[in-house]
């Protein structure tokens, strides 16, 4: 069972001041699952439209402490995925600035 | 790549339509309630399912943080072994929207433990192909438990909709055994 207390002291990734409605469940839930990472892995974040990919990037603003990209409804899979790909090839050809985990 | 779906059964942010992922009988814009109709009137897809049949490491269902439960981690413990299986993953977290459920915002918890407590939705993983039950409620609550929670299925309570709620939770049931059955639990 993880411990509270040490997962109270992991990085805070998603941050707040979004708009998303108060008592929306989105947020919460987004806060738990970028808890189950490393606090030095990085993430790439690819977000469907909706109201989490609305309400959280109000340009200038934005919520998000690692890589994001807004996507449309049905391609955010596809936009992670070819990040991916470019990730595996800019590796392979050593073009990367620094170790990020994939 | 994980892929995580947060399910709040409608097209939320731009006004709540009904999608696909909509219950059936729920009263949305799209698919109002009224004198003659009475909400949606088709059943829910299965998305989980739907990613389980594309033979991916790993799928599963779960809910946000309920504390003092017994799943209370369920979705840490999830997202924390998706993130270390290499290929396409898949999570789909049941995760209430207070606007288009019409509930109310300091129990809305209280609503997705219904969800779970009444098997509308299961607890569940599928790794390589072998299903795994992660809660199994000791006494399946009646779906009314999760219906008459929710300003969305108001009308489903009225006596002369009876009918509705049978069809409803006939179909949960239905569900409910086809899962105990693949994760060889019955
Ligand atoms: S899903 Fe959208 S409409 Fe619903 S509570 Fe969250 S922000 Fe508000």
Redesign the interface.
Same mark, same amino acid.
Request: charged share 10%; hydrophobic share 55%; proline share 7%.
């Given at each position: 069972?993880?411990n509270l207390k040490e @997962?109270s002291k992991k990085k805070v990734r998603f941050t707040g001041g979004h708009r998303m409605?108060?008592?929306?469940?989105?947020p919460?839930?987004?806060n738990?699952?970028l808890?189950? @990472?490393d606090d030095d892995e990085r993430a790439v974040i690819s977000n469907a439209?909706?109201? @989490?990919e609305?309400s959280t990037c109000l340009y200038p603003y934005t919520s998000w402490k690692d890589s994001w990209v807004h996507t449309a409804f049905e391609n955010?899979?596809a936009t992670?995925?070819g990040t991916?790909a470019a990730f595996k090839a800019l590796k392979k050809k050593d073009l990367l600035m620094e170790s990020i985990s994939s | !790549? *994980?892929?995580?779906c947060?399910d &709040?059964g409608a097209y !939320?942010?731009t006004g709540i339509q009904r999608s696909s992922a909509t219950p059936y009988g729920a009263d949305t814009t799209t698919s109002p309630a009224g004198k003659v109709k009475q909400g949606k009137e088709q059943f829910r897809k299965d998305l989980t399912e739907i990613m389980v049949a594309h033979h991916i490491p790993y799928a599963a269902q779960t809910v946000? #943080?309920i504390p003092g439960t017994p799943y209370m981690?369920d *979705?840490? &413990?999830k997202? /924390?072994k $998706?993130?270390k299986i290499t290929g $396409?993953k898949f !999570?789909n #977290?049941l995760?209430?929207?207070?606007?288009g459920w019409r509930c109310d915002? $300091?129990t /809305?918890l209280e609503v #997705?433990k219904a969800a779970v407590e009444t098997c509308f939705w299961p607890l569940y993983e599928v790794e390589n192909g072998e299903y795994k039950i992660n809660y199994i409620p000791k006494e399946k609550k009646p779906i009314t438990e999760w219906l008459k929670l929710q300003g969305r299925f108001k009308h489903l309570l009225k006596p002369e909709n009876e009918h509705i709620v049978q069809k409803i939770q006939e179909e949960v049931d239905r569900r409910w055994e086809r899962l105990l059955f693949l994760a060889k639990v019955k």
């Open positions: 069972m993880p @997962l409605c108060a008592g929306c469940g989105a919460m839930v987004v738990w699952i808890k189950a @990472l439209t909706g109201c @989490l609305v955010a899979a992670c995925s991916e | !790549m *994980l892929y995580v947060y &709040n !939320m942010n946000p #943080v981690f *979705l840490y &413990n997202a /924390e $998706a993130f $396409a !999570m #977290v995760t209430p929207c207070p606007r915002t $300091a /809305e #997705v």
